[in-house]
């Protein structure tokens, strides 16, 4: 896919993508790398890869990632409850299959029953990924909010496509049908060097006021104005060093919110914009929201 | 082709702290071959291994910088070897020239020469019939007179060569001879001496107005019997002269090329040595496990770091914070799974008929590293301090919710609210500022009471706490037993010394005792102060016996 191509299947599904956007996704579509994406929260981390799933017509498996997420819950599990069941189950039928047999015989028998088998084998999002019966995406969102051991556990998948499990030996992805895995991070610890070694690198950058107008505008249910306004408001926001600087879809909120009132008074919702007492301060104070032209449609 | 400019690349991102590898070299290659890369566009081609390239915002961000320098460097370098090929080989064009030339040269010359000599031997025979055609124009009473005079004539070289040779150009000087002749012997009254030398001059006279005419004749009488050879010679000269120009002119065309050369090689030297240091060593330069590379200064004591330095290591700091804390709270946030709570899962069980359908594990710790900052920011320790505080700073800002600070000088403030609130710039001094400093004596007895009676709060099982000072306490009630009572309530305590570790325990110094209490380290340099940092984590396991933790 050439680089325009991109940017065009993007915004089909409703993205706007820069060059450089663009450039990294073109790669992971040509080379299948993993490709993790850093940038400032709000900034469309997530949204690039629902809208490459969207893209590619293909099916978006998306984990969030917290301080305690396991390898149970992120790769495979074992289905405890129909193990037991099934032990229950097998109770009585092993009981008289046993009768009279003598003990090395009863444990011939014993070893071919596995209740760590693929029948007992619930896969989380990873391993249904690498088990799609078609290319899908995988989005491993906010990795930097769990444990450095979760990387470890992902290396293999992030490497070599495949997951290990010992009872069952390894299940690797076919080559075609590998899923385009995003990670996302917001840099809130660094990811181990591992990690970082097995994927391509994307780092989203702040957006200008003609992009973020654009974006605003890309669902059409914001009139143009409006949004070259908002986004004006939002570029000066960012030189009032607020704690949480307001993101895109924040502002698409807070817009929309004028727009609905009958009398919109931009300071009204700003509720929608600071997340903070200090920030709704700061922006108070700075008289950004006062001078608003007449946006409606 | 493309394999060689990637691999250079490599090299010089790695020499901007880039970890480029093998691995990526490769994607980079697969990318530009077989995506869909026009790989005569620079833009794209940055475009394309910019994700493949970068670890982290920063080299995100500067990788088009590095790769439009590296891009000019190499075509800089490319354009120099193919200078200094072109050099060499105007070298070698110049002295084949010279040597074709001289070759050339020297065979036109002999023919020349030849030539000449031909002509030569020609033209004295032509010369001889020519004079034996045309005797010269004395008259037979002049021819009588000489051959009467030829004693005397002869003694004079000068007049034997004008009458028996054939020197006419000396006819001026022998006339003049003859004209003292002349005078001499008329003053003696010689009439006929005076007549004789009277004749040899008008003879003399004749010869110097013949010569004129004769030697026309003779060129003319010459030239008109030898008319081939002499236009055979001069087209031979001119033929030499030309050549000679026309080797001139390449020789200075080949010289001015190659003046080019030099000048532009010259300038180049710089791109060069740039080059060679970045292909030269070529060796992986990773970023160490836990920092980039380290800023100068790290080895000074606080108080001998100029401004800049600190600046530097303020920045420093500011970059590792975030693999500090990734390894501060390794060890807390483990994937250990909770124990098994065997009462709470048999009374499950009784629920599904004895079955334990549902297991019941103990809640695992939450993974929480909460941090408590103590400094001491008394006069003691003044230069230490702002350091110190540069290092909460960032530390309060990568653990945005986890984090108190408290600082004092004999009474305690919470500074926190200051340092999470703006820049650095301004925090620090608004801090320094909020303490009363002047005229007053560090005390720990005091803050470090009302930490434990006003805060115990936030000393919690998973807290880990760092207090930061030389420990002198001015001869102030002991403050060990409120340390205790902390220390003995977190996780894990630590005491970073601001004072060099031969002092510890002099005079009013509480080092000793509080190291009976919680681990100390000296930190009196910026490497020592992040090599602390790190270590505590690393070290927890032997501090443990020594740390008054009742887990």
């Keep these: ?29 040509v080379q299948n790398i993993p490709l993790l994406v850093e940038g400032d929260p709000g900034c469309g981390k997530t949204c690039l890869a629902e809208a490459v799933a969207k893209m590619m017509h293909a099916k978006l498996l998306r984990v969030q990632f917290y301080e305690g997420l396991d390898y149970q819950s992120l790769i495979y599990s074992f289905d405890y409850e129909r193990q037991l069941l099934a032990i229950e189950a097998m109770r009585g039928a092993l009981d008289r299959e046993l009768a009279g047999k003598s003990l090395p015989e009863a444990m011939e028998i014993a070893a071919k029953i596995s209740f760590r088998s693929r029948d007992f084998l619930i896969a989380r999002p990873v391993l249904q990924a690498l088990e799609a019966k078609e290319r899908c995406v995988l989005l491993l969102d906010e990795v930097d909010k769990s444990s450095e051991e979760v990387e470890y556990i992902l290396l293999q998948v992030l490497g070599e496509y495949a997951v290990t499990i010992p009872e069952i030996g390894t299940i690797a992805c076919p080559e075609e049908r590998r899923p385009l895995i995003f990670l996302t991070s917001n840099r809130y610890r660094e990811l181990s060097d591992a990690t970082k070694r097995r994927c391509s690198y994307l780092y989203i950058r702040r957006k200008t006021a003609e992009e973020m107008k654009e974006i605003l505008m890309l669902d059409g249910s914001i009139p143009e104005k409006a949004a070259a306004w908002a986004a004006q408001c939002l570029e000066r926001m960012q030189n009032l060093a607020l704690k949480r600087e307001p993101s895109v879809p924040e502002a698409k909120a807070w817009i929309r919110e004028l727009l609905s009132r009958e009398d919109p008074d931009p300071e009204a919702g700003l509720y929608l914009l600071a997340k903070t007492p200090e920030d709704a301060k700061k922006i108070r104070a700075s008289g950004i929201l006062r001078q608003m032209p007449e946006v409606g449609a | 082709m493309m394999v060689e400019i990637l691999t250079e690349l490599a090299a010089y991102l790695q020499e901007k702290g880039y970890a480029a590898d093998v691995t990526q070299v490769q994607r980079g290659l697969e990318l530009l071959s077989f995506g869909n890369t026009d790989v005569t566009d620079p833009e794209e081609v940055c475009g394309v291994l910019r994700p493949v390239f970068s670890q982290n915002p920063a080299q995100y961000l500067a990788f088009p910088e590095h790769f439009h320098t590296f891009a000019v460097s190499r075509e800089k370098i490319r354009r120099n070897a193919a200078d200094r090929r072109n050099l060499e080989e105007a070298g070698r064009q110049r002295r084949e020239e010279e040597s074709r030339y001289a070759a050339r040269r020297g065979s036109l010359e002999e023919q020349l020469e030849e030539m000449r000599q031909r002509f030569e031997k020609k033209r004295q025979a032509l010369e001889q019939e020519f004079w034996s055609q045309n005797p010269d124009l004395l008259t037979r009473a002049d021819h009588r007179l000489l051959e009467k005079m030829r004693e005397t004539i002869e003694r004079e070289p000068v007049l034997t060569g004008v009458f028996f040779g054939e020197r006419a150009d000396l006819a001026e000087e022998a006339m003049a001879i003859l004209r003292d002749r002349a005078q001499d012997a008329l003053l003696f009254g010689d009439r006929e001496a005076f007549r ?171 993974g929480r590293a909460d941090l408590v900052l103590i400094l001491d920011v008394s006069g003691s320790c003044q230069s230490a301090s702002a350091m110190m505080l540069t290092f909460f700073y960032y530390l309060q800002q990568a653990f945005p919710n986890g984090c108190r600070a408290f600082a004092f000088v004999n009474s305690l403030y919470d500074i926190s609210p200051v340092l999470g609130a703006g820049e650095i710039e301004k925090a620090l001094p608004k801090v320094l500022s909020m303490i009363p400093r002047r005229g007053v004596y560090s005390d720990y007895s005091r803050p470090l009471h009302s930490l434990w009676t006003e805060h115990r709060q936030i000393f919690r099982k998973d807290t880990i706490v760092i207090f930061a000072g030389d420990a002198r306490n001015n001869r102030n009630p002991s403050f060990s037993e409120d340390l205790k009572n902390i220390c003995r309530r977190v996780r894990y305590a630590y005491w970073l010394n601001t004072e060099e570790e031969a002092m510890w325990g002099q005079g009013d110094s509480a080092a000793k005792a509080c190291m009976q209490i919680l681990p100390m380290r000296e930190v009196v340099n910026s490497r020592q102060l992040s090599s602390a940092f790190l270590r505590m984590v690393s070290e927890r396991r032997e501090d443990e016996g020594h740390n008054f933790d009742s887990r």
């Design chain 2, 196 to 366: 004789n030398w009277q004749g040899l001059y008008r003879i003399a006279q004749k010869r110097q107005d013949a010569d004129v005419v004769r030697k026309e004749q003779l060129d003319r009488f010459v030239t008109e019997r030898m008319p081939e050879e002499r236009k055979a010679m001069r087209a031979l000269e001119d033929r030499i002269l030309a050549e000679k120009r026309d080797h001139e002119e390449t020789q200075k065309n080949i010289d001015r090329e190659m003046e080019q050369l030099m000048s532009r090689l010259q300038i180049k030297k710089e791109s060069e040595q740039h080059r060679e240091v970045f292909e030269g060593g070529g060796a992986v330069v990773l970023l160490p496990g836990t920092v980039g590379l380290l800023p100068p200064g790290m080895d000074l004591a606080f108080e001998d770091l100029s401004s800049s330095q600190r600046r530097q290591i303020a920045d420093f700091i500011r970059d590792n914070v975030l693999r500090f804390r990734t390894r501060l709270t390794r060890n807390l946030q483990t994937l250990r799974e909770g124990a098994l709570d065997l009462r709470e899962t048999i009374r499950a069980a009784c629920r599904t008929g004895g079955v334990p359908l549902s297991l019941i594990r103990r809640k695992k710790r939450p």
């Design chain 1, 1 to 29: 896919m050439r680089t325009n191509e991109v940017i065009e299947g993007l915004r089909g599904a409703g993205y706007l993508a820069t060059k450089e956007i663009a450039y990294a996704v073109g790669g992971m579509l």
